[in-house]
């Protein structure tokens, strides 16, 4: 069974980093776009970013120039580098894959708090 695992969340101050990483594992022929959406309490998922097979990348207004956004597809492996995070940027995150003969499949989410 195909699954995303993420990991690097956690508690930081404002202007911190962490790097998020999410790894899908199981039976896996290929990946084709992954990416990382968030979700703060009381609203909608929003995309942050996302990057395809290829490497090529897009962004959140909201992150552009903060967030950067890679993959190891010889790791099956999608990154999220958070800079000079901002109290708006608080949310579970979730990461996203498209699987070839799987589809889209979701991971558990990671909560990012960023606070002082």
């Known amino acids: 069974q195909v699954q995303l695992v993420e990991s690097g969340g956690g508690l930081v101050q404002p202007g911190g980093s962490l790097r998020l990483s999410c790894a899908a594992s199981?039976?896996?022929?290929?990946?084709?776009?992954m990416g990382w959406y968030r979700q703060a309490p009381g609203r909608q998922r929003e995309l942050v970013a996302a990057i395809t097979s290829g490497g090529s990348t897009n962004y959140a207004d909201s992150v552009k120039g903060r967030f950067t956004i890679s993959r190891d597809n010889a790791q099956n492996t999608v990154y999220l580098q958070m800079n000079s995070l901002k109290p708006e940027d608080t949310a579970v995150y979730y990461c996203?894959?498209?699987?070839?003969?799987?589809?889209?499949?979701w991971g558990q989410g990671t909560q990012v708090t960023v606070s002082s």
């Open positions: 996203n894959a498209i699987i070839q003969y799987t589809g889209s499949l």
């Open positions: 199981g039976t896996i022929f290929r990946i084709y776009d």
